[in-house]
């Protein structure tokens, strides 16, 4: 059964600094997607990796992604109010098809 | 491009009661997916279709859910009858189909239906 394990799953920075969310996966994998979640909203699509050794980076986030070890981490670099979100890997395999992680909700605090 | 449009957006129901969400996927994308998200959880996936063929249904809870997708493209989520915790966003998502160069397409989200049941 596939199973994702995010960590930390709750986490609360100062603006300005960095830290990494972590993304474990129990199976082999076809991806590996992260979503944002803003309140009341719904997925936002941020980085899509698709072989072991990817990296992506999107302004202060990057991803990247180990399928040798079945993790994927999304490292925040000089965090900012605006990036305050719910992040959440997702796991893809043609069956099952996409299993999400428990998200990991980020407040950055002034 | 239109996205994926899911309606209701809001729906309050009493425990006991029926009810139905529709979502009309992303036009092309033969896959469309099913999730019921509780308030500060990750998605579960409820159902998968591929066009209007059932993939993966085995996290739906079938005395109670079911879900066809009509002609390959639009799909209904039923609820009946809803209990208290079934309480939650209701996404629909779709997404170009799996093949052997690309893998699965990415998944597009609808803006999701919120069901509270009382």
């Known amino acids: 059964e596939l199973k994702v394990e995010q960590n930390p799953l709750f986490l609360s920075m100062q603006e300005g600094k960095n830290y990494t969310i972590y993304c474990n996966y129990s199976?082999?994998?076809?991806?590996l997607y992260w979503y944002r979640q803003d309140p009341g909203k719904s997925l936002e699509s941020l980085f899509v990796?698709?072989?072991?050794?990817a990296v992506k980076q999107e302004g202060r986030l990057m991803a990247s992604l180990d399928t040798k070890a079945r993790l994927s981490t999304l490292h925040i670099t000089a965090a900012v109010h605006d990036l305050s979100a719910t992040y959440f890997c997702?796991?893809?395999?043609?069956?099952?098809?996409?299993?999400f992680g428990a998200g990991t909700r980020l407040t950055v605090k002034p | 491009e239109a996205g994926v449009a899911q309606s209701p957006r809001y729906k309050i129901i009493e425990k006991r009661q029926s009810v139905a969400f529709w979502c009309n996927p992303i036009?092309?994308?033969?896959?469309l997916y099913w999730y019921q998200q509780i308030l500060g959880q990750g998605p579960k996936l409820l159902i998968q279709?591929?066009?209007?063929?059932?993939?993966?249904d085995s996290q739906l809870p079938k005395d109670r859910f079911s879900a066809e997708r009509l002609k390959g493209v639009d799909s209904t989520l039923k609820i009946q009858p809803a209990k208290l915790e079934d309480s939650a966003v209701y996404l629909c998502?779709?997404?170009?189909?799996?093949?052997?160069?690309?893998?699965?397409?990415?998944?597009?989200f609808g803006q999701g239906t919120r069901l509270t049941v009382v």
């Open positions: 990796l698709l072989s072991n050794g």
């Open positions: 199976t082999t994998s076809d991806r």
């Open positions: 998502a779709s997404s170009s189909p799996w093949d052997r160069d690309r893998g699965l397409g990415e998944a597009f």
């Open positions: 279709f591929q066009n209007n063929g059932v993939v993966d």
């Open positions: 997702a796991v893809v395999r043609i069956i099952p098809a996409m299993r």
């Open positions: 036009s092309g994308h033969a896959t």
